[in-house]
């Protein structure tokens, strides 16, 4: 696939991103976005870490297998992107987006 100066692909496959976000919306009834990273607070080591979020911005309980399986894909989807920074994906618009980039546009 060609891509454009910025290295970004000249026609990048959201249809991929969208069954992404559909597949989770399935698995995770309620969910509007899930923040992932290799960095968990609780371990020492990289370790995949997923926080998700209803519409309300309220954290959701779930089961490790399911966070650490939402991580997963997520990444497996966005494998060039920096995962020791938070990225936090948007499942009504399938997007994705380095979280303190979101915090730093709310500061402003």
Not at 35 to 63: C, F, I, N
Not at 73 to 95: K, N, Q, S, Y
């Amino acid at each position: 696939m060609l891509a454009m100066p910025s290295g970004t692909p000249a026609c990048p496959d959201t249809g991929r991103q969208r069954r992404l976000a559909a597949q989770l919306a399935d698995m995770i009834p309620g969910a509007a976005t899930i923040r992932g990273s290799l960095t968990d607070p609780k371990q020492t080591w990289p370790y995949l870490h997923a926080v998700v979020k209803d519409e309300a911005g309220r954290p959701m309980e779930l089961g490790r297998t399911t966070a650490r399986v939402a991580a997963r894909w997520i990444l497996r989807v966005w494998p060039e992107g920096d995962w020791t920074r938070p990225h936090t994906f948007d499942l009504a618009e399938a997007t994705l987006t380095r979280s303190d980039l979101i915090t730093a546009s709310r500061g402003r």
